[in-house]
T-cell receptor, first 111, second 111 residues
Framework: NAGVTQTPKFQVLKTGQSMTLQCAQD?????MSWYRQDPGMGLRLIHY???????DQGEVPNGYNVSRSTTEDFPLRLLSAAPSQTSVYFC??????????FGPGTRLTVT | EDQVTQSPEALRLQEGESSSLNCSYT??????LFWYRQDPGKGPEFLFT???AGEEKEKERLKATLTKKESFLHITAPKPEDSATYLC????????????FGTGTRLQVTL
């Protein structure tokens, strides 16, 4: 099993550009989440999904969209990038909704 | 609002020098408390889940304990390869896939 995979590993965007961060898992987990990690802030939940077709907002959802059309994939879309979205983004999946298994992260810089 | 506070922020130990990391939490009904290890540039790696006060879990040189207000991660006779940031997270009752993280303790173990 590859576990949780994320692409790209690094990305630089200009303010106002849009992009999609990809996340996939091959463990048949129903639960998937997106977090951002900033220095001194800890990991903060952006959006999460409890199954295909079902998504909900986390603590910091503004400026991000998600959809879950399959169990395996949970992409995160930035609609119009802002410098405040410079961060490291982690995708996670869970079988039970408790223990979460994280991907390697995407480091995003918005200039 | 759920809150997690970890201390100390950073800890430097010599190889073999045992110590403990603290995680204080407030949560509206605890569904689970989680410990993760994070190496630089990587995603968090799941270590333990604790569900109720009095519970203990062990893995190699690490032992996690839980009370109604805090959790400790005890590191016995650490080795340099234990150097990492250790993250604590809580999940409230009635929530699924939503974790609240602390900002972590950065542990360095020297020879």
């Amino acid at each position: 099993n590859a576990g949780v995979t994320q692409t790209p590993k690094f990305q630089v965007l200009k303010t106002g550009q849009s992009m999609t961060l990809q996340c996939a898992q091959d463990m048949n987990h129903e639960y998937m989440s997106w977090y951002r990690q900033d220095p001194g802030m800890g990991l903060r939940l952006i959006h999460y999904s409890v199954g295909a077709g079902i998504t909900d907002q986390g603590e910091v959802p503004n400026g991000y969209n998600v959809s879950r059309s399959t169990t395996e994939d949970f992409p995160l879309r930035l609609l119009s990038a802002a410098p405040s979205q410079t961060s490291v983004y982690f995708c996670a999946s869970s079988l039970t909704g408790r223990e979460q298994y994280f991907g390697p992260g995407t480091r995003l810089t918005v200039t | 609002e759920d809150q997690v506070t970890q201390s100390p922020e950073a800890l430097r130990l010599q190889e073999g020098e045992s110590s403990s990391l603290n995680c204080s939490y407030t949560v509206s009904g605890l569904r689970g408390l989680f410990w993760y290890r994070q190496d630089p540039g990587k995603g968090p790696e799941f270590l333990f889940t604790l569900y109720s006060a009095g519970e203990e879990k062990e893995k190699e040189r690490l032992k996690a304990t839980l009370t109604k207000k805090e959790s400790f991660l005890h590191i016995t006779a650490p080795k340099p390869e234990d150097s990492a940031t250790y993250l604590c997270a809580v999940q409230a009752a009635g929530t699924a896939s939503k974790l609240t993280f602390g900002t972590g303790t950065r542990l360095q173990v020297t020879l």
